[in-house]
């Protein structure tokens, strides 16, 4: 099993900057992505960013160029970096983990973030 554990959300006004962090533990030689996805209220849970073993990352349309995902691997933790925030990035945010072809085979608990204008 793999446990993951979010931290750094908060309440920020438009134009601010956030970083989540995404703790993993349990049986993380699995492991061979992460990703970050986020649900608004009323909205359907989307991806915004991933990243794989080898460092390849992918970000979502909406996201890119103001967030950026990285991991450190001796901490067995990978971040979320969101600058320019704006308000429609209100969300729960959640980082899951996997493999390719399946990076949401785990979840963390999800930490709010919300943007005021």
Request: charged share 15%; proline share 2%.
């Amino acid at each position: 099993q793999v446990q993951l554990v979010e931290s750094g959300g908060g309440s920020v006004q438009a134009g601010g900057s956030l970083r989540l962090s995404c703790a993993v533990s349990g049986s993380i030689f699995s492991i061979k992505g992460m990703g970050w996805h986020r649900q608004a209220p009323g909205k359907q849970r989307e991806l915004v960013a991933t990243i794989t073993n080898d460092g390849s990352t992918y970000y979502a349309d909406s996201v890119k160029g103001r967030f950026t995902i990285s991991r450190d691997n001796a901490k067995n933790t990978v971040y979320l970096q969101m600058n320019s925030l704006k308000p429609e990035d209100t969300a729960v945010y959640y980082c899951s983990a996997g493999w390719v072809g399946r990076i949401d085979a785990f979840w963390g608990q999800g930490t709010q973030v919300t943007v005021s204008s």
